[in-house]
């Protein structure tokens, strides 16, 4: 069964660090670019981060470079988002997915499964 689910949201203050983790069924992960999206009331999804099937090439948003760090075991099955500096504006409900292939791409349409989200609150 194709799953993934995230953990690790909740409530920070500015200034403030978390990290979200993301379990992904072997199917979902094995081979796969993952990527993190994020989406505000009101507002598109947006590119967080993506990550490479080998870990070897991440692309970040514009908004957060500097900031995040994603990362991945392999062993694991699993894929992390490390958020530092958090600000206001990163409030959001955070979604890993599983891309179409190896490489990661920034548009939601080259994803294919997708986790439940996760609400991440930067109070200021």
């Known amino acids: 069964q194709e799953q993934l689910v995230e953990s690790g949201g909740g409530l920070v203050q500015a200034g403030g660090s978390l990290r979200l983790s993301c379990a992904a069924s072997r199917r979902t992960f094995v081979s796969y670019a993952m990527g993190w999206f994020r989406q505000a009331p009101g507002k598109e999804r947006e590119f967080v981060a993506g990550?490479?099937?080998?870990?070897?090439?991440?692309y970040y948003g514009d908004s957060v470079k500097g900031r995040f760090t994603i990362s991945r075991d392999n062993a694991k099955n699993t894929v992390y988002l490390q958020m530092n500096s958090l600000k206001s504006e990163d409030t959001a409900v955070y979604y890993c997915?599983?891309?179409?292939?190896?490489?990661?791409?920034?548009?939601?349409?080259?994803?294919?499964?997708w986790g439940q989200g996760t609400q991440v609150t930067v109070s200021s």
């Open positions: 997915a599983s891309g179409r292939g190896s490489v990661p791409r920034t548009s939601p349409r080259e994803y294919v499964y």
């Open positions: 990550i490479s099937w080998s870990g070897g090439t991440t």
